[in-house]
């Protein structure tokens, strides 16, 4: 049995079929009557073979006595010209509406792969740290040694990825979330969830947040912004040579609450802007990177929460990321 179609598609299809009528007897009718008074100016008077003055006849009392002559010629030529333009200008109406109201549902379409791509994308990494995790229940198994620490963590793990799920679907509705959010805090749950995946690379984690007598707190999510530093951190292990560091710092800075997070891996070229493109990758980039996703993802986030996040130009010295979000209250 076939599917039935959705009430929104069904509600198109009928706003469509109702438009293309609507616009082709329209369009038919005031071609019918340009195509009339064609006729009629192209015509010839001969009141004179009716015994009529043609002086005195007017054209209305002409056509009600049939005192017209038609120009077949010309008649012929007009209807072949005005039934072309009717049928060109029927087209060009019809499409007009068809792609005024098929363009919801495209959209619809769009943003329905983006989520899907999206999730995909976000998931990949707390998966990748469930299944490390995993190994490593395993072998502490294997080893007799105590699992209890292991498996608290696939708990925490677990728990991140129900929040990376449900904030996506508040991105999904466009909806925000507006709380008081330690950005150190932030920083520090996106370092503890991706650190496993750093050791694996053999890649150090140096990170250095505020005091807690000086916390940067901003309006937005929690969530929102550890996704967002995680996505940078994950592509930063991922183009970092082993034995290396990642460097993130947290500060206030002009009103802005500041994360910088800096590789020494091999830099992204004179145009890294175009690395905030979906799907756009730089060369030589590992598995673990994924489909360029992460960064442009990181920028979405960072801009619901009325930020940015760019990288400075780089020549094989590295890469460093700049990630601002307004403070809460425009403190400075």
């Keep these: 049995m076939a599917k039935p179609s959705s009430p929104s598609a069904a509600h198109a299809a009928t706003s469509i079929s109702r438009s293309m009528v609507i616009a082709m007897s329209a369009i038919t009718a005031v071609g019918l009557l340009i195509l009339i008074a064609g006729v009629i100016i192209g015509s010839r008077h001969e009141f004179s073979e009716h015994g009529l003055d043609p002086d005195t006849m ?4 002409g ?3 049939g005192a017209w002559v038609i120009d077949s010629r010309k008649a012929l030529l007009l209807i072949v010209i005005f039934g072309v333009c009717i049928i060109v200008a029927t087209g060009v109406v019809g499409w007009f ?4 109201e098929i363009a919801p549902m495209e959209e619809a379409m769009r943003l329905q792969r983006n989520f899907v791509a999206d999730a995909s994308h976000e998931l990949k990494t707390p998966l990748a740290v469930i299944g490390a995790r995993t190994e490593l229940l395993e072998h502490r198994l294997k080893a007799g040694r105590p699992i ?3 498996i608290a963590d696939l708990k925490d793990d677990v728990t991140r990825m129900n929040e990376v799920i449900n904030d996506l679907l508040l991105a999904a509705t466009s909806a925000l979330e507006h709380v008081p959010t330690d950005v150190g805090a932030a920083v520090s749950s996106a370092a503890d969830s ?5 050791d694996r690379h053999e890649v150090a984690l140096d990170v250095s947040l505020p005091g807690a007598d000086e916390p940067v707190i901003v309006s937005g999510g929690s969530t929102g912004i550890t996704r967002c530093v995680v996505a940078v951190l994950d592509n930063a292990i991922a183009h970092s040579p082993a034995g290396s560091r990642v460097e993130v710092r947290v500060k206030a800075e002009r009103g802005q609450a500041v994360v910088t997070i800096r590789d020494h891996g091999p830099g992204l070229g004179d145009d890294p802007e175009r690395l905030f493109h979906r799907f756009s990758r730089a060369g030589g980039g590992s598995d673990h990177q994924g489909y360029g996703l992460g960064l442009a993802l990181a920028r979405d986030i960072a801009v619901r929460y009325g930020g940015w996040i760019d990288a400075a130009p780089t020549n094989g010295l590295g890469t460093t990321m700049r990630i601002t979000i307004p403070l809460a209250g425009g403190d400075e």
């Design 63 to 65: 056509i009600v006595q």
């Design 97 to 100: 509406f068809s792609k005024r």
């Design 148 to 150: 209890e620490p292991t």
């Design 194 to 198: 991706i650190r496993l995946l750093a």
């Design 58 to 61: 007017n054209p209305a009392a």
